[in-house]
């Protein structure tokens, strides 16, 4: 019992310490940078992990909630506390109607109509010039700040910016953890086995693809809305696929389909292009050779090999109590 | 407004027959060996450049510099089919997809360390007066463009018909096992077929050079217009990437010249869908 409290207690003390420790402003920019992506990718693990349907328009989500929220702030004058939740329904909303549309496909088909998708949406929002500034981008987009009662918290200052996202962060990462220990998880999961297999049990794999999709699209909105508050600049580039690549790159090297995967893949891969930095010009060449060179020769992600040398950690504490 | 459309029809075919080359290559791959190549694109890319550093900076003929450049693409090609696309055979969608995509970021940035971010134009020896077709205007380039092309698509035609290995390539295409049974070795097939494929996204990439111009990054957007192409016309089937590539040309073409040029590359991705929601299979039906 002790053994099993203890994974939870260090994880907790490590974020809710970390800006105490770590100070400088540059890491706890990578740290915020990497609780956005871990909303980002842990809602988009409830379809690619889970349910084994792989997509490539989930920047799409994260851009509109960036808009959304963005434009809420600059046109309406409306604060991030509306901006925010906002971003989520309307990103959810439109993965509603698109999943409505074309969940019906699988395999390299859907993950063509989700390119298409992600890239309409980035061509309109660059040529809708009079609603989002086009290419320019909206700039000004100011940190949220919490007024209630005698409480006045202004998360302009990294170190508060980094509780916000790390509350955000454990509560999407909590939510997607019961999601999968659902019936609703083990829906997608009996899916991503056999699709054939869980219709004849009476799973519907349409019903059960829109509700991953959607929650995940609520995420991607929520992380879209975090990002646009926290660097003050939205672009059309949010809806670039080289986004996408990126919470790609975090979910399948981390490790889809497990809780903790997409956490561990958002902390490397924010960290690990930051750390190549020191290459310069062959940064990227090297980031592509790993991605290949992983996915040979790691199929299974960064996340199988530590939850083994995991198990086995308690043993080197206490005496086996059975012998192996 | 009749000879305007027919204008934007006949441009559209000229692009269209570039996507069919490109687009080829890529079904063959899928077709064959059910992997969705995301790094199809990058020989469209290589092609372009070398063709570009073969003409300014050795100063070759442009037309020497064609089957050059194919050449060499083909035989990164094949490195790449020994390297990396052989163990990726029966690998998972997601892990091919990912696999590829890091190919193409790995040469997408080699390019702009080697080349840098500029767009180069490819100097043709063609002179840019337009011909007159009755009331049709077309550049030389672009009737050479056209020419070649459709002697390549009957090129590849031809073997993939009458030749032995192309024999062979259907029958592996069929059904593998059997193949195999008869004694056709696969992975020769697979390695021959991944290195003629490059060849043709290469070819495209020098013919098209001239007019869209060379640039490291040109192989993203012709990527996923080649899959556009594919999925359309099927997957894994031949005839299909030509038509549909055809008609993506012309799409585009009068899509930039009714609707609006800024939507251009959005015609595609409209069409993509449409397609799909109505016939999964694309429109001539495909291997899966």
Known sequence: MAVRLLQPVLIGAVALGFPLVVTGGYHLHLAIMALIFTVLVAGLNLLVGYMGLLSLGHAAFFGIGAYVSGLFYKKLGLSFWVGFPAAGVVAALAALVLGYIVLRVRGHRFVIISIAFQEIVRMVDSNWVELTNGYMGIAGIAAPRLLLGPLDIDFFPKRHFYYLALAVAALTVFVCQQLADSHIGRALIGIRESEALAGTVGISPFRYSMIAFTVGAFFGGLAGSLYAHFIGFISPDLFHFSVMIEMLVMLIMGGKGTTWGPVLGAIIFTMLPEYLRVAKDFRMIIFGGILVGAILYMPQGIIMPIARVAERLPRLWRPAERPA | ?288
């Open chain 2, 1 to 288: 407004m009749l000879e305007l459309t027919l204008q934007h029809i006949l441009n559209g075919l000229v692009v269209g027959s570039a996507y069919a080359l490109i687009a080829i290559g890529l079904t063959m791959i899928f077709g064959l060996m059910d992997i969705a190549n995301f790094a199809h694109g990058e020989f469209y890319m290589l092609g372009g450049f070398f063709a570009y550093y073969a003409v300014s900076f050795l100063g070759l003929s442009f037309f020497v510099t064609i089957p050059l450049a194919i050449v060499v693409t083909m035989a990164v090609g094949a490195l790449l089919d020994r390297g990396v696309f052989r163990r990726l055979r029966g690998t998972p969608l997601m892990s091919s997809v990912l696999a590829t995509i890091g190919l193409s970021i790995f040469f997408q940035h080699v390019a702009l360390l080697v080349w840098g971010p500029q767009p180069n134009e490819i100097p043709t020896p063609f002179p840019p007066a337009s011909i007159h077709l009755g009331p049709l205007f077309i550049t030389p380039f672009r009737l050479f463009i056209a020419g070649v092309t459709l002697l390549l698509i009957l090129a590849a035609h031809g073997v993939l018909q009458y030749t032995r290995v192309g024999k062979a390539t259907r029958a592996v295409f069929q059904n593998r096992e059997s193949a195999a049974l008869v004694g056709i070795d696969i992975d020769r097939i697979y390695l021959l077929s991944f290195t003629f494929g490059s060849g043709l996204a290469a070819a495209a990439g020098v013919l098209l050079g001239p007019i869209f111009l060379v640039y490291p990054t040109m192989g993203g957007m012709a990527t996923l217009k080649a899959f556009i192409v594919v999925i359309v016309g099927g997957m894994g089937n031949f005839l299909g990437a030509i038509v549909s590539g055809l008609l993506l040309g012309v799409a585009e073409s009068l899509g930039a010249g009714f609707v609006s040029t800024a939507y251009k590359d959005a015609v595609g991705f409209v069409i993509v869908i449409i397609v799909l929601m109505l016939m999964p299979q694309g429109l001539f039906g495909s291997k899966a």
